[in-house]
């Protein structure tokens, strides 16, 4: 047998040359980028699968918070806290939105680690079709656990009294948690590439958690803060949040005209909180944009 390789025929090449091969181009590469972004993100979830305690903790930590707010507040009169029956029913809707705000934030750790353990440069020099498949890989799975998180405080708020709002509430408070959990995760990654290292993203991760915890409507009614304080709250994004999803609680006939906060500057509809989140959403992801090109180059 001969080792002798044959050269293909001149009409073959004017085929593999021939720019009408070019035309299932973009299928191909859309369908690289979702290969490439469910691998990455399939490998998130097998760290999850192998640490499970820091899902369950994430998980634990916020039914605490519902407990023992709920029996703090058990015996304070029924109306101060606005129209919900109970503290645990007016506690149920920033213990949700709080819960996807803190996991959001920790968003950019997994990539951070990628960068200082040498992961990341090994895909940045991976033939990727893009390489944002590794920044959506994990906005997927922070998103993904934001809303298995809701899901397991919506159902503990529901045993301890809440109550629980009907299909299209539960639909509202899933894009709520959804649009929150998107921007935040956009800040927090931008952050893992522009900060030097882990600690400085852990050190911003808790000046940030709990002062925009405090400074929302989470806790407290803005009625019960001086008005200083509720120019913060209102400029908060979780306040926009949390009041959409506590209206739904509290109202079982609702619209996007509905009124759920009064800001010191105006009323705010539902319609008009929800456009708030969409708005912070697109500000986030656009403002991330020339750091991840600078940094995914």
């Given at each position: 047998?001969?080792?002798?390789?044959?050269?293909?025929?001149?009409?073959?090449?004017?085929?593999?040359?021939?720019?009408?091969?070019?035309?299932?181009?973009?299928?191909?590469f859309l369908s690289e980028i979702v290969q490439e972004t469910l691998a990455l993100t399939r490998r998130l979830f097998i760290q999850l699968q192998r640490r499970p305690s820091t899902l369950v903790a994430s998980i634990i930590q916020p039914v605490m918070w519902l407990i023992l707010f709920g029996a703090l507040f058990q015996n304070a009169p029924q109306g101060l806290f606005g129209t919900s029956q109970s503290y645990a029913q007016f506690l149920g809707a920033g213990i949700i939105v709080f819960t996807a705000f803190a996991g959001a934030l920790n968003a950019g750790l997994p990539v951070m680690?990628?960068?200082?353990?040498?992961?990341?440069?090994?895909?940045?020099?991976?033939?990727?079709?893009?390489r944002f498949s590794i920044v959506l890989a994990s906005a997927i799975f922070i998103i993904t656990q934001s809303l298995l998180q809701a899901a397991v405080i919506v159902t503990a708020a529901a045993f301890l009294g809440a109550g629980l709002p009907n299909v299209a509430g539960l639909?509202?408070?899933?894009?709520?948690?959804?649009?929150?959990?998107?921007?935040?995760?956009?800040?927090?990654?931008?952050?893992?590439?522009?900060?030097?290292?882990?600690?400085?993203?852990?050190?911003?991760?808790?000046?940030?958690?709990?002062?925009?915890?405090?400074?929302?409507?989470?806790?407290?009614?803005?009625s019960f803060m001086p008005k200083w304080l509720q120019v913060v709250a209102t400029l908060n994004p979780l306040s926009y949040a949390i009041e959409p999803i506590r209206y739904l609680y509290t109202h079982s006939n609702w619209n996007f005209g509905s009124v759920v906060m009064q800001a010191p500057w105006g009323t705010i509809t539902f319609g008009g909180a929800l456009l708030v989140l969409l708005g912070f959403s697109l500000v986030a992801l656009l403002s991330i944009q020339p750091l991840l090109r600078k940094s995914l180059a």
């Amino acid at each position: 047998m001969s080792g002798t390789v044959t050269p293909p025929k001149s009409d073959n090449w004017q085929q593999v040359a021939s720019p009408q091969l070019n035309t299932g181009a973009t299928p191909s590469f859309l369908s690289e980028i979702v290969q490439e972004t469910l691998a990455l993100t399939r490998r998130l979830f097998i760290q999850l699968q192998r640490r499970p305690s820091t899902l369950v903790a994430s998980i634990i930590q916020p039914v605490m918070w519902l407990i023992l707010f709920g029996a703090l507040f058990q015996n304070a009169p029924q109306g101060l806290f606005g129209t919900s029956q109970s503290y645990a029913q007016f506690l149920g809707a920033g213990i949700i939105v709080f819960t996807a705000f803190a996991g959001a934030l920790n968003a950019g750790l997994p990539v951070m680690f990628d960068r200082e353990f040498g992961f990341l440069n090994r895909l940045l020099v991976a033939p990727l079709a893009s390489r944002f498949s590794i920044v959506l890989a994990s906005a997927i799975f922070i998103i993904t656990q934001s809303l298995l998180q809701a899901a397991v405080i919506v159902t503990a708020a529901a045993f301890l009294g809440a109550g629980l709002p009907n299909v299209a509430g539960l639909s509202v408070i899933t894009l709520v948690v959804f649009l929150l959990a998107l921007g935040v995760t956009a800040l927090s990654l931008g952050l893992a590439f522009a900060l030097p290292g882990h600690i400085e993203l852990i050190a911003v991760i808790f000046v940030t958690n709990l002062p925009l915890l405090f400074a929302s409507t989470a806790l407290a009614p803005l009625s019960f803060m001086p008005k200083w304080l509720q120019v913060v709250a209102t400029l908060n994004p979780l306040s926009y949040a949390i009041e959409p999803i506590r209206y739904l609680y509290t109202h079982s006939n609702w619209n996007f005209g509905s009124v759920v906060m009064q800001a010191p500057w105006g009323t705010i509809t539902f319609g008009g909180a929800l456009l708030v989140l969409l708005g912070f959403s697109l500000v986030a992801l656009l403002s991330i944009q020339p750091l991840l090109r600078k940094s995914l180059a």
